[in-house]
């Protein structure tokens, strides 16, 4: 089983999950990751892009 990692982001910051997935793209073709996108397993990765929208739509402030 590969490692998992979760994304949980704010859909306003939708330009930098698209970053991060073309960081990511060289171990997911390796198969060494697989991504998990808003929907939260138990992954041994997870990934929270704490930005100022993020924080609002979720609270954390």
């Known amino acids: 089983m590969r490692d998992?990692?979760?994304?949980?982001y704010s859909h306003q910051d939708k330009?930098?999950?698209?970053?991060?997935?073309?960081?990511?793209?060289?171990l997911t073709r390796q198969q060494t990751i697989d991504e998990v996108i808003d929907n939260l397993r138990i992954v041994l990765i997870r990934f929270l892009m704490l930005?100022?929208?993020y924080q609002q739509a979720n609270r954390l402030i």
């Open 4 to 8: 998992q990692i979760f994304i949980s």
């Open 15 to 26: 330009e930098w999950l698209i970053k991060l997935q073309k960081m990511l793209k060289p």
């Open 51 to 53: 930005t100022s929208d």
